[in-house]
């Protein structure tokens, strides 16, 4: 690895300094981690498949005008994004009953929601990131009245966009995390999509079986993550019939004798 200046490492990323100032490098690593790091493991050849399905993700939501971090890919696993200021809010978006709604609520997981729901949750590992509503929003100043409509409005954009995509591809988006960071202009900043969109942080479910084929097969022991993010993949039309990123990335560590 090149000896550029790291600005951060998380817990499937790290950001490097990027070639020009207001640019960041995004590596992903095939580190999964759930619970909040209680557990730990690796997906081998996450990392690729997540940049890739990010990237196509970011280009098209791109397409349709909403504003996103993503430059280009510069390779299998990096990125060049722009730099922002991360809002310390994750934003949940739900369809269909699943993870801690069901747990909290009691709701049957797999029920499909009357309307969508929004939740916010508050970035913070310490604090086991909890649940906040927009009054806490606005008490502590995490982000503006304004900031907070355009990513209720971006979020619902993102949502009727990606719902159909999946759709097409015989994959039920039951909910999703985003993340928007504020790009400075001067004194003025804008909010735009940043992070990533990846089976890392959605619950997609094959349409006809109910399978899952995200996250969730690791955080619950279901075994083959590798093998359902490269189905996600491969639904998108990123891995060319016949590819197999997981095997391929195996074959190429045991020629080099690793
Ligand atoms: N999610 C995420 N990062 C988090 C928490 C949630 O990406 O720190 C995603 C998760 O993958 C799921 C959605 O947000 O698609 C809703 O997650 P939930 O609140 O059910 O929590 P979980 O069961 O994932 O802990």
Redesign the pocket.
């Known amino acids: 690895m090149s000896r550029r200046r790291q600005v951060y490492e998380g817990k499937a990323k790290i950001l490097y300094e990027g070639p020009e100032p207001g640019t960041l490098i995004q590596y992903f690593k095939d580190d999964a981690i ?3 790091a209680q557990k730990r493991g690796t997906i081998s050849g996450k990392g690729v498949l997540n940049n890739r399905i990010s990237e196509h993700l970011f280009t098209l939501l791109g397409q349709i005008g909403v504003p996103t971090h993503f430059i280009r890919r510069l390779n299998m696993r990096e990125q060049l994004i722009r730099q922002v200021e991360i809002i310390p809010i ?1 934003v ?1 978006v ?1 369809n269909v009953a ?6 909290r609520l009691g709701i049957e997981e797999g029920t499909q929601l009357p309307r969508t729901i929004i ?1 916010y ?1 508050y970035k913070d590992d310490a604090l086991g ?1 909890p649940m906040i509503a927009d009054e806490h929003i606005a008490c502590f100043g995490w982000a503006s009245q304004e900031e907070m409509n355009d990513i209720a409005d971006m979020a619902v954009r993102v949502n009727d966009f990606l719902c159909g995509l999946f759709a097409a591809i015989g994959i039920r988006l ?4 985003l993340e928007f960071g504020r790009l400075w202009e001067n004194d003025y900043a804008r909010t735009i999509l940043a992070d990533e969109i990846s089976p ?4 997609l479910w094959d349409m006809r079986t109910n399978e899952k084929l ?3 097969r690791f ?1 619950r022991d279901l075994g083959g993550e590798a093998e359902a993010y490269q189905e996600v993949a491969r639904r998108l039309g990123l891995l060319p019939e016949g590819e197999n990123i997981v095997l391929d990335l195996d074959q190429h560590r045991q020629k080099k004798g690793r």
């Open positions: 759930a619970f909040n994750e949940v739900r699943a993870g801690t709604l069901s747990t939740e949750y990131d039951v909910d999703f995390k890392d942080g959605c619950r995200d996250k969730d955080r």
